[in-house]
């Protein structure tokens, strides 16, 4: 059950009140394909970074068992970067610099081996490019999961609604989905955008946990409370990856199971904020998310 | 086990997008009474009011068999008056009126009947007026809750620190978690708060549920996510009211029961938002409330 990973593989540079970096592996996809190979080992990768981009994250993603070869490296030209600056509750930041670089015109090739693909995580690029890739393979997946964010919502709104046509399960903020549905009660919104293709769709709450919506049916998974949050980076795109990878993992996309991803989703997600960046991701055990797993049924259990 | 409410009988005038009311029953004691009324057949009220509070209001409150021997009322003044406006969004509101009337001389009288209580909910009044109580009842309740809020953090601190002393089981939102604690992280906030007396913290979060932390343990239940909320005045003192009458129904103060009782008032909270005030809270079915609490189960199980 191969999973396709579509979406930024960058450079951020972040402050925090706890520090800052200078430019570090980021992107969509970087946090999606590495929380993913958690669960499952045949990730595969459509992505673009020019000259700049270190070798040895690419090393690193490869020893993750993430397959590159559809990450196209333009020698010439300069990774995508994003440089922000989290205030002091971290509930909002600042974006200091976008560059987009290579990622301005990103045409996501897709190599013949990732043809027939299971799983696949549209992680957030423009609704044009994230078409493309669906147009592009030869076999509809089984699912495809696609994330978005406001910023399309406002510059290409007809694009993003088309895309959404040809989807399984959208992935959004309660902002977000107050803004593409004009409803505030989140019940109301999500039956709203089911209506514009997605059969499933998670509400991502950020601290407050996240809620999936399907069949007819509501499950809500609460954000651990944690006693530091050290950088909020990549968190939703981090969620994102522990879903899909755990839906590839155990290839079952009824609504149980993916109840079970979204904690997946969140136990990763709480790896991802205590370190910066992607830091946290690069060296757990299967006992630490084992362990991190059960503090969720704890946390919910009654 | 019998279950000592005190707190305020007031009247409210509420707006919302969705309308307005006259002068209806309100005030934290009314609807932590009513709501325990549903758990436990003893509940005993302490508060006070004027000559102009409805007999109506009072016989409603002895048709859910609650005790009003504890009731003062002053037939000279006029009732405790709060009126209030909420935004838009529901989650923010301004006060237009505040007047304490009866309430600013407020002297907790207890009635020998209801001494030897085995349960007290401290609902939000002055922390020395709190006080008052504790030293008035001969015999120390086996369980004691309160409530309290930040207009008490800013003007009463040293009465509030010196209430915190004794009681068990606090109950807070958020932010006033924050601002008493000095901690952003509510993990961090509740350690901190535990030192101040309380061997239990709640803290409310409102639209996103609520935690539960003691034992070295942590507990959450969400909100339930509802199609539209109509007029959220009351619902922490529901679920307050839902917390103890639960506890006090079943008379098991474990971590583990505590958590079934956080669940009951968090479905009492989901009726109180559907109507005005405590409208919601007065023909409630058993029916009816064991459906709210296994939707808490669907919506958490895994």
Not at 37 to 49: E, M, T
Not at 142 to 164: G, H, Q, R, S, Y
Not at 263 to 275: D, L, Q, T
Request: net charge negative; hydrophobic share 45%.
């Amino acid at each position: 059950m191969s999973l396709l990973v579509v979406g930024s593989v960058a450079f951020d540079a972040i402050e925090t009140p706890f520090g800052k970096t200078d430019k570090i592996i980021g992107g969509a996809a970087s946090f999606i394909a590495l929380t993913a190979s958690y669960f499952h080992k045949k990730v595969n990768l459509v992505a673009v970074v020019g000259g700049d981009f270190p070798k040895a994250d690419i090393r690193m993603l490869e020893q993750h068992k993430i397959d590159v070869e559809g990450l196209q490296i333009k020698e010439n030209e300069k990774t995508f970067f994003w440089s922000g600056k989290y205030h002091d509750n971290m509930n909002s930041r600042d974006t200091l610099i976008t560059e987009l670089n290579v990622l301005g015109t990103f045409d996501p090739i897709i190599p013949d081996s990732y043809q027939n693909c299971d799983y696949l995580m549209l992680g957030n690029l423009a609704p044009n490019v994230q078409s493309m890739v669906l147009h592009r393979l030869k076999k509809r997946p089984k699912l495809v999961v696609m994330d978005t964010m406001n910023f399309w919502m406002n510059i290409a709104l007809d694009d993003l609604m088309e895309t959404l046509k040809n989807i399984d399960v959208l992935s959004i903020n309660d902002e977000e989905a107050r803004q593409l549905s004009g409803e505030y009660s989140l019940v109301k919104a999500a039956r709203k955008i089911m209506t514009f293709g997605p059969k499933f769709l998670i509400i991502k709450k950020g601290e407050h946990g996240a809620l999936l919506f399907g069949e007819d049916k509501m499950f809500f998974a609460p954000a651990l409370p944690l006693e530091s949050v050290f950088d909020p980076t990549g968190a939703g795109d981090t969620f994102a990856g522990g879903f899909t990878g755990y839906l590839a993992k155990t290839d079952d996309i009824s609504f149980e199971n993916m109840k079970k991803a979204i904690i997946h989703g969140s136990a990763m997600a709480s790896f991802c904020v205590e370190k910066f960046g992607t830091e946290a991701l690069i060296n757990l055990s299967d006992a630490q998310i084992e362990e991190r797993i059960s503090k969720f049924s704890e946390l919910v259990q009654f």
